[in-house]
């Protein structure tokens, strides 16, 4: 019974602050670096509302052909873990999100335009479109070209 209890109550574990909701946050890349497997970027989340919220654990994220439209490849690999990130209105945090370079080197590779990426807050099942030209793989060879670790404070977190 106590076990149903604190699953039952989403704030007990955050102090009282509620989980960020996809509304109330505004998805964007960071400035990245590039290396001889593919680019390194932030992928930042900002609190767009007027109350504190948290994040915790990696968001969902997959290529896609344009806004709305339709999955290419499979997602990215997730990072597990993890601190809640609570993030005060206009704060900003940051998973480590790579791109692979690989469709660009891989013979077999149908390359594919994708239009951006589909992103999904940590535990939100709506996404946010964010443009992002880049090259990947139809299938059979769809990767994951792509990875990301967990939401972690600061606006600037990259995998190295």
């Not at 900002?46 to 896609?64: D, E, I, K």
């Not at 149908?110 to 992103?119: N, S, T």
């Not at 940590?122 to 070209?145: I, K, M, Q, S």
Request: proline residues 11%; contains cysteine.
């Amino acid at each position: 019974m106590i076990a149903n209890a604190l699953k039952s109550d989403p704030l007990r574990s955050t102090g009282g602050v509620e989980q960020c909701l996809t509304a109330g946050v505004g998805i964007s890349l960071g400035s990245g670096h590039n290396d001889m497997q593919g680019f390194h970027v932030p992928l930042r989340f900002t609190n767009t509302g007027s109350r504190p919220c948290t994040l915790q654990g990696a968001p969902g994220v997959s290529y896609v052909t344009g806004e709305g439209e339709e999955q290419i490849g499979l997602p990215a690999e997730r990072g597990t873990g993890g601190p809640v990130v609570t993030l005060a209105p206009g704060e900003t945090a940051s998973a480590a999100l790579f791109l692979s370079s690989a469709p660009r080197k891989t013979p077999a590779c149908e390359q594919v335009r994708a239009g951006g990426l589909r992103v999904y807050p940590p535990d939100n099942t709506e996404p946010v479109f964010v443009e992002h030209g880049a090259t990947t793989c139809a299938p059979p060879l769809d990767g994951p070209f792509l990875e990301v670790g967990p939401v972690r404070p600061g606006a600037g977190n990259t995998r190295t």
